[in-house]
C-alpha cells in the first residue's frame, strides 16, 4: 500500500504515471501544461485518485487504462484535451473494470467530460458536475468491445454540446446501463441521448434505462433515441422523467437512416412529464414524437405521461411506425392538430392542474384529473421522487404520484 501526496511546498508536476502498479493512491497533486496526459493508471488495480487538480493537458486530465478497482475522487479537471480529436476525453476510463468516477469538476475541455468506454464494466458515475465543454459532458461508448453495467447518476451537466450520451461507435455491445436522479440543462443538443454510431444485426446499445431525470432547456430534444443506416438499439425505457422547455422534442424515437435500416424496438416512454418543449419551433417541436420506420416488430409503448402545453404537438406517431406502437392513458393538454399527431387511446384532455409547472413544480394539485387515471401495467414501483406507486386506488399519470 503506498500513498503519494503533495510534497509541502510544491504544486506542480509535469505528469504522474502509474504503470502496473497496485494498491496505490495518488492524492493533493496539482498537474499544469502536461504535454500528454496529467494522471495515467494503465494495467493497475486497487488505483484511487484523489483531491487532485488538472489545469491544462494536451490529452486527458485522468486517464485510467486497462485496470481494475479504480477510484477517481473528487478531483477538478480544467481545459483538458487541448489536443482535442484523438487525444482522448477530460476523464477517460477504458477497458477497465470495477470502477468508481465520483465529485468530480469538469469545465472548460475541449472533448468529452467523462467517458467511459470501449470494454469497461461494474462501475459508477455519480455526483459529478461537467460544464462548458467543446463536446458532451458524460459518454458511455462502448466503442468495438463488451461495455455494461454501469450506473450514471446524481450528476449535472450544463451548457456542454450534450449532456449524457450512451452509445456504440463501432458495433460493439453496451448493455444494462442506468442512468437516473441526473440534471442535463442548458446544453447545445440533447439532454439525453441513446444512439448509435456503428452497424450490425445485432442490438449494439440494449437495456438501458432513465429514470427520475430532469431534462430542460436543452438546444433540441430532452430525450433522444436515434439509430443511422444500420445502427440498432433495444429493450429501452424512459421512465419518471421531468423533461420541459427544450428547444425541440421532449421526447424523441427517430430511425435516423436513409435507408430504412435502423432497427428500434421494445421502448417503454412511461409516467413521464413532458412539459412546453418546443420552444425554439419548427420541424419536431412539441411532446413526443416517434418517427421510426423500423421497429423489428416489438412494440414501442406510451403510457401514463402527462404532455402539456408543448408548442407544436403533443404526441406524434408517423405513419409508417403506427403499427408498431400502442399510445394509452396519456393525459394530453394542448392538442394541436398536427399533421400524424395522435391523442392515443383512452387519454385524458384536460388541464393536469401542476402545482407551478412554470416554475418547475411538476407535483400534482389535489384536484389533478392525473390521480389515479394511469394504469398499473408496465407502471414504475416508484414515482420521480421515490414515492410508491400507488398510493390510492390507481397509478397516477406523469411523474408524480400523490400522496
Known sequence: FLTIRRPPGTTLLPYTTLFRSEYITIKGFKVINAGGQSIQANDCAHIVIEGNTTDTSVSSGIMAWGDSDVSIIDNTIIGACTGVEGYQECISVSHTNTFKVSGNTVYNGFMEGIDIKDGASNGVVNGNEIYDLSRLGIYIDAWDSLTEEINVYDNIVYR?????????????????????????????????????????????????????????????????????NGGSTNHIRIENNLIYQNGRTGIMVADFSNDGSGRIGDVEIVNNTVYGNGTVGGWGAGGIMINSSSTTGQDITVQNNCVSENIEFSIIVATEAAGSVTVDRNLIYGFRNATEETRGGNYIESDPLLLDASGGDFHLTASSPCIDAGITALSPAYDYAGTARPQNAGVDIGAYESF
Not at 455491445?173 to 456503428?198: I, K, M, S
Not at 430542460?216 to 430525450?223: H, M, S, T
Open 160 to 228: 456542454c454540446s450534450e449532456g449524457i450520451r450512451v452509445n456504440s461507435e463501432n458495433g460493439g455491445l453496451v448493455r444494462n446501463v442506468r442512468v437516473y436522479g441526473n440534471l442535463a440543462y442548458d446544453n447545445a443538443e440533447c439532454g439525453y441521448w441513446v444512439g448509435v454510431g456503428g452497424i450490425g444485426t445485432t442490438h449494439p446499445v440494449d437495456f438501458v434505462t432513465f429514470n427520475s431525470n430532469i431534462s430542460r432547456n436543452n438546444g433540441q430534444e430532452g430525450i433522444r433515441i436515434s439509430v443511422p
